[in-house]
């Protein structure tokens, strides 16, 4: 999978908050810049050109408000604020203000990786990369279907997730704990036994399709393809 | 007005009065006048007298009683020197005068309390908003950073989280106009938005979560809404037995959508069943279950008596249900519909 790297521009005065998003969302596969002076940020999002903003709203110097509204003069860039303080007020002025998302402190991780996504997708038209690939077998995430050779299979919703979650970290040892989180994050309240059940059905259905041992588990730390 | 009490009062009127009749009959009785002239001129006085005092009693007690009556209309009984005409007699102007110091000193404590319970408000809200940024950071180094410890830390953060929304939903609770958007919402999103705010709390207790398709829509807050969602899902682990499992459904009942929230946990006596939504009250389960505050669900029921949610506890053999009831408006879906 090789496509641009998105830029992300991330505006928030708190420090750790600021590596840590960084530190995620590089993780994530963005490109991320860090506003550190305040007193010009349109100057270096004029520079920087990110493709999203995430923006809070309590800032030293200009508000939120302000930089977002100073933004919109001059660009369509999808906005997301970031916020601590939830009143129906805040949202209705960041929507005014021509925001895109407003999320709130403390955010879900896999929200806030969502909505950026989604945003992205949407502001771009981003080419569809719903099939993946690995070690010869093809995920197709519209159809719900595994496929090697000339063999095709058809995948429960938990069961497609589980795939798609190690088709993302191919080559690393995936937890039980992560896969079980990201589920959990996809609204499917799995638990440990029923990851065992589910992960023995997919190794059924992969041999069925001629992959054997495509999903090797590491003893005590998880599983791998 | 007490009549006796007013005879009472009056009997120096009464004893100088009888003083005089007395000096008087003497006087006449000593120039020679007859016994029965003196007589009747004494029951003459007397008569007077008496019925001075009557007439007086009389109109003092229709004017006292009208203003007594004024002061029970009033709502804000303090500021009665408001309604009242100003007194013509000379005591009464006191007393007139000390009711508009008394209501004076009691505006402007009403009005230092009044400020200085706003500005405790602001500052809660304030602080709330300014914790949730060291809680922001400590989830982001948490869940990028993810081992056994961190999950522990996560979920001790949900639980932080949660007592500190609290802190600012009681705060609110006061005045929820100020902050309360009804809109339409999906019940569905709202469910799984607040098991997202309770995942790790959830999966380190092994709790079995199962949400039914939910496709009802309902007018309401969303932000309360999934609140009081988490404070349920937070009873539901607090008061969980072996192998905890945790239900969402919902129905429709006439011109309602209840939201169940099912649990397989301790359950609710049927004593303490009427208690639970009382602010302090922790019942049996109290006595059993560590940290119970008896606020939790005071608060959820008084932000749903806000919201007009109803909200239910039913405790009938296995475990708990609450039960969110919102009342579907056929004129506003019916207008929407068109």
Known sequence: MIFMKHKILIIEDDFTIQTQLKTLLTANGYEVHIVTNFSDIIHLLKESTPHLVLLDIKLPVNSGFEICSQIRTFSDIPIIFVTSSNTDMDELNSIMLGGDAFITKPYNTAILLAKIASLLKRAYALPQTEVLTWNGAALHLESSQIAHNDHKTDLTKNEVKILYYLFRNAGKICSRNDIVDFLWDNQLYVDDNALSVNIARIREKLTGIGLTNFIKTKHRQGYII | ?338
């Open chain 2, 1 to 338: 007005m007490n009549g006796r009490q007013y005879l009472k009062n009056q009997l120096p009127v009464l004893l100088v009065n009888l003083l005089g009749i007395i000096t008087l009959s003497l006087f006449l009785l000593a120039c020679g006048n007859s016994i029965q002239s003196i007589l009747f001129l004494s029951c003459v006085w007397g008569a007077v007298v008496l019925l001075y005092l009557t007439v007086l009693y009389r109109r003092r007690k229709k004017y006292l009683e009208n203003m007594l009556s004024m002061a029970e209309q009033l709502e804000e009984r303090y500021i009665i020197p408001e309604v009242i005409k100003i007194p013509e007699r000379a005591d009464d102007q006191v007393f007139y005068q000390l009711l508009k110091m008394a209501e004076k000193s009691m505006l402007e404590k009403i009005g230092s309390v009044q400020r200085e319970r706003s500005e405790y408000k602001e500052y809660i809200e304030q602080w709330i908003h300014e914790v949730k940024t060291p809680i922001t950071a400590l989830k982001l180094l948490c869940e990028n950073n993810r081992s056994p410890f961190t999950r522990e830390m996560l979920a001790e953060l949900e639980n932080i989280n949660r007592f500190t929304e609290q802190a600012l939903y009681y705060a609110r609770s006061e005045h929820p106009e100020k902050d309360y958007c009804v809109r339409e919402i999906n019940l569905n999103d709202v469910v799984h938005s607040a098991i997202a705010d309770s995942k790790y709390l959830l999966r380190q207790n092994h709790v079995t979560v199962t949400v039914d398709k939910m496709e009802n829509r309902v007018y309401t807050d969303e932000k309360w809404v999934r609140f009081i969602l988490n404070q349920l899902i937070s009873n539901a682990v607090k008061y969980r037995t072996n192998q905890p499992v945790l239900h969402f459904y919902s129905t429709r009942k006439e011109n309602h959508v209840l939201l169940s929230v099912a649990d397989n946990g301790i359950g609710i006596a049927q004593s303490d069943i009427s208690l639970i939504f009382e602010k302090g009250f922790t019942g049996q389960n109290g006595r059993t279950v560590p940290n119970a505050t008896g606020i939790g669900l005071y608060l959820c029921k008084r932000l749903c008596d806000k919201l007009g949610i109803g909200l239910t506890a039913h405790s009938e053999g296995i475990g708990t249900r609450m039960v969110l009831s919102f009342q579907i408006n056929h004129f506003v879906s019916d207008f929407l519909v068109e």
